[in-house]
């Protein structure tokens, strides 16, 4: 990474305190959750080198999808605003922190039109009807006694009237949002009852962030209201974003686009709705679980039956049917897209055969008897006759795309040969929702060969390659140089062989990164494959990295703390193992030490120690021999962790004691790594 990408995002990182041992800890310790992800980007404002019109090729490539697919097909639009029973006038804009939008619908007031194919030719058709669809906006009626709120997060709130009150299920991604939209939409055209259940159906932040703005810690903490989740919940939620965090929040930028702006030559949707709000995200544990497959939950007078679904969508998931509604809640396992088996930000590779048997379990139990579906993104569908068809169709998709992938490896085809070979049947890909908003059939297959026998193909020469640089500068050099090679490439952009160029040219910016000319080439051909995407995610990947390619990485993040409730539900564990993550190898060779770490609010010790360059600790467990012991409240760590304190001020004020020696405590700090989000992706 250049020197000039290195300089610190303000509110990312706290300055080590060098001459105070003590506080050093405290800095190390603080650091941990500091940083700022995607959820608190602003679009970029277009500046720098403008984005370039579509090539031929382009255009013929998107008429391809206007041919094939059904446009005249008027079904999901119906769907879509069906139901409305009121809606937040526009153009719809929800403050939020620091005088920055929660949210704000207007940025997409250049997305009109119906079911017509009508796109911009920087747009690919199917997505820019997706696009439309996501819209539609207001508070909707499901069906007697459920309605949902759509258009104003990336996910869907539903509510379901219970015989005092309300069940919410997912309650959108942050509190300004949630909050604003119960008030000024819910209250006034559903009434001002009490909710008295929350039900969370996976452990994506999507689905719970905004909880407490509907719900009181004094109603939580009395049990007026109760959250009900999937086993596992709280350990999957809060893991999600924190080993791999750093990584996956940059990437994340990439894949929702948040440093684009919104426009037709930007981001035009997410996938699975137009794009997350953004704000303050929380986290309230659940009091009740949903544990098995045919367990019945009765909610407020409401039954549940519950069909678990772990390692489908989500490590930890469940859906559910109403027996007194003939409605099932699909969670994120059956939408009107064909979603990710692997996210593009970086995760668990999604098990399709899994996804695929519950989509069967669905049926089996309850087909004969839904009347209406519903999930956690996109609009419901109704009548029996549609639903059976509409997951019959999901199960198939994601049962090929596993079994398909497989019978090819076992064949001896490799992940990329197989992306390539394999595409939905036309029985399925002409079904709107199976299309790939979200996710692709292509990434989505290589994701199912790694799931089940990892990254490596077979092939010795992928075994052990070279890193991108030095392959970079040997392919080049091999060519006859760049400029050879630029000419070339260029002569393959002429024709359209867009992912050739990819290719090649990205072994020139890796060999040469100041090459202007190479940088500038790729960009354009990014932007073409972004401009030709049927995935949101890949046109976002595809237009970002075109974007940083002319103008150069721009760190212009609004800062956000890390939820104070996800610091708290962290099992100190994952903290501990969080800080071997950090431990550069380097600093620590040679040396060694240990230290106990007692909490007395939660009677937790810890002996931590670092040999070898690698951390480890024993749970339950201090040594009389240790370096030195550290003692405090998990209260105070969680107030360090969110940088409301540091570990000097415990110390003055009596609140945090270090016995031994504290020097080898601020030792331990200076080996610990500091993580910048902004690395280059598309650059060395």
């Known amino acids: 990474m250049s020197d000039k990408n290195e300089r610190e995002h303000p509110g990312t990182r706290r300055k080590f305190l060098k001459n105070v041992a003590v506080a050093g800890v405290a800095t190390g310790l603080g650091t941990v959750m500091g940083e700022s992800f995607a959820d608190a980007a602003t679009p970029a404002s ?41 809606k937040l006038p526009d153009p719809v804009k929800i403050p939020g922190p620091k005088g920055v939008d929660a949210w704000n619908l207007g940025q997409f007031a250049f997305i009109t039109g119906g079911p017509e194919n009508n796109s911009p030719n920087t747009v690919n058709p199917s997505l820019w009807r997706n696009a439309k669809l996501n819209m539609n906006h207001g508070l909707f009626k499901v069906t007697e006694g459920i309605w949902q709120v759509r258009g104003y997060d990336l996910s869907v709130m539903s509510i379901i009237r219970g015989d005092k009150g309300f069940i919410v299920v997912d309650p959108l991604v942050t509190i ?120 019945k939950l009765v909610l407020d007078g409401v039954e549940l039956v519950v069909l678990m679904a772990p390692e489908s969508e989500a490590p930890t998931e469940f859906m559910f049917y ?79 795309l596993h079994d398909q992938t497989m019978r090819l490896a076992n064949s001896g085809y490799t992940p990329r040969e197989i992306g390539d070979m394999l595409h939905l049947p036309d029985s399925l890909s002409k079904h709107w929702y199976c299309r790939g908003y979200y996710g692709a059939t292509y990434h989505n297959l290589v994701a199912q060969y790694n799931l089940r026998l990892g990254f490596f193909d077979g092939v010795p020469a992928e075994l052990h390659r070279l890193p991108p640089v030095e392959v970079g500068k040997r392919y080049v050099e091999f060519m006859g140089g760049s400029s050879a090679v630029l000419k070339k490439a260029q002569a393959s ?21 100041e090459n202007v000319a190479a940088k500038h080439l790729l960009a354009d051909t990014y932007e073409q494959l972004g401009y030709q995407s049927e995935a949101a995610s890949w046109r976002n990947i595809y237009l970002t990295g075109a974007m940083e390619l002319r103008n150069g990485v721009h760190k212009e993040l609004t800062a956000t703390p890390q939820s104070p409730d996800v610091i708290r539900a962290m099992p100190l564990d994952m903290f501990l193992d969080y800080l071997g993550i950090r431990l550069d190898a380097q600093k620590a060779a040679g040396k060694s030490l240990s230290f106990n770490l007692v909490l007395t609010d939660t009677d ?68 610990l790594d500091s993580f910048e989000l902004f690395f280059n992706i598309v650059t060395p």
């Open 46 to 86: 277009p500046t720098g080198i403008a984005p370039k019109p579509p090539t031929r090729a382009t255009l013929d490539a998107n008429a391809a999808y206007a041919h094939f697919l059904s446009f005249a097909d008027t079904q999901d639009f119906e769907d879509a605003s069906r139901g409305l029973v009121a």
């Open 176 to 295: 300004e949002v949630s909050s604003y939209v119960w008030k000024n939409l819910v209250v006034p055209h559903l009434g001002d009852h009490p909710i008295t259940h929350v039900i969370y159906t996976h452990s994506h932040a999507d689905h719970y962030g905004g909880v407490r703005g509907i719900v009181s810690d004094d109603d939580l903490k009395s049990g007026k209201v109760k959250v009900v989740a999937p086993a596992g919940f709280v350990e999957a939620a809060v893991s999600e974003n924190i080993i791999a965090g750093n990584a996956m929040g940059r990437r994340a930028l990439y894949m929702y686009g948040n440093l684009l702006p919104r426009s037709a030559v930007g981001v035009v949707d997410a996938g699975l709705g137009k794009t997350g709000s953004t704000g303050t995200m929380t986290l309230a544990i659940p009091a009740e679980y949903a544990e098995k497959t045919g367990q």
């Open 322 to 400: 109403l027996p007194k509604f003939k409605a099932f809640c699909a969670a994120e396992d059956a939408t009107h897209t064909q979603h990710n088996l692997y996210t593009l930000r970086g995760a668990k590779v999604r098990d399709a055969l899994l996804w695929s048997k519950y989509l069967q379990m669905a049926l089996d139990m309850f087909g004969g008897e839904m009347e209406v579906l519903f999930a956690s993104h996109y609009w419901p569908t109704w009548g029996n006759e549609r639903i059976v068809p509409f997951v019959s169709a999901q199960r198939d998709m994601y049962r090929y």
């Open 493 to 513: 952009f002429d024709k359209g062989d867009y992912r050739w160029v990819a290719e090649v040219v990205n072994h020139v910016v890796f060999a040469e990164p």
């Open 604 to 671: 937790d010790k810890y002996l931590v120690g670092v040999e070898n360059s690698a951390l480890h600790y024993s749970k339950d467990r201090t040594s009389s021999t240790a370096d030195a012991s550290l003692t405090m409240s998990r209260h105070d760590l969680n107030n360090i962790m969110l940088g409301d304190t540091t570990m000097h001020s415990l110390v003055i004020a009596g609140k945090a004691k270090v016995d031994g020696d504290s020097q080898k405590l601020g030792e331990f700090v200076t080996w």
